[in-house]
């Protein structure tokens, strides 16, 4: 079983879509999830950062944590051409095995004017 | 503000050669990390390393090493290039394990 698993996509939406993006993850131990944005021929941004569980809301961006179920969301509302990217999860803890940053594949989104 | 630089962007290598890529930060980050991309796979974590003098395998070193020996800087060398190391190479760096990470723009390499 993959660390990480993201929904492949890609994710092709209308202008004004709300679009649900989401990963899975095996490790319990992972504390600090994360959400990295990446235009093509760019290296990955930070989007959202998150620690634990919970919610948090950044603009049209809200990010979800649920650590019982050990599932992440991103939410991105009023979607606009600008989102078409591709979206990674990625994950870390303290020490031991997860002092690492681990990524999901990522989701090729398109957002259609 | 330079953050992380990457050299080369672009390089083609013949298969059996070697090659280094080179990766500086100016943030006096202690993590530093190499992924490679291939389409649709996502960042895979090849090595990585938590202070100068201190390197770790992540999930795909096999094929490639790196050493540390400043805070700045974390060569990735190849050594007898196949065409299954054909990927975009990205260097990263954070302060530590748990804070935000700062990519390089990524070098393209094609092994022919």
């Known amino acids: 079983q993959k660390e990480v698993e993201q929904d492949p996509g890609p994710l092709s939406v209308p202008e004004g879509a709300i679009v649900s993006l989401n990963c899975t993850y095996s490790?319990?131990?992972?504390?600090?999830f994360m959400w990295y944005r990446q235009y093509s021929r760019k290296g990955p941004e930070l989007l959202m950062y998150t620690y634990s569980s919970g919610n948090k809301e950044d603009g049209r961006f809200t990010a979800q944590v649920d650590k019982s179920s050990k599932y992440i969301s991103l939410f991105i509302r009023d979607s606009q051409p600008s989102d078409s990217a591709t979206y990674l999860c990625a994950m870390t803890g303290y020490g031991g095995a997860t002092n690492k940053l681990i990524f999901g594949t990522g989701t090729l989104l398109a957002v259609q004017p | 503000n330079a953050g992380v630089t990457q050299t080369p962007k672009f390089r083609i290598l013949k298969i059996g050669q070697s090659m280094t890529l080179q990766c500086t930060q100016d943030?006096?980050?202690?993590?530093m990390y190499w992924y490679r991309q291939d389409p649709g796979m996502g960042l895979k974590l090849i090595y990585y390393s938590v202070g100068a003098g201190i390197t770790d395998k992540g999930e795909v070193p096999n094929g490639y090493n790196v050493s540390r020996s400043t805070t700045e800087d974390f060569p990735l060398r190849l050594e007898l290039a196949a065409p299954s190391q054909t990927s975009v190479y990205f260097c990263a760096s954070s302060y530590s394990e748990n804070t935000e990470a700062f990519f390089g723009q990524g070098t393209r390499l094609t092994v022919v």
């Open positions: 490790n319990s131990a992972f504390q600090y």
């Open positions: 943030m006096n980050h202690n993590y």
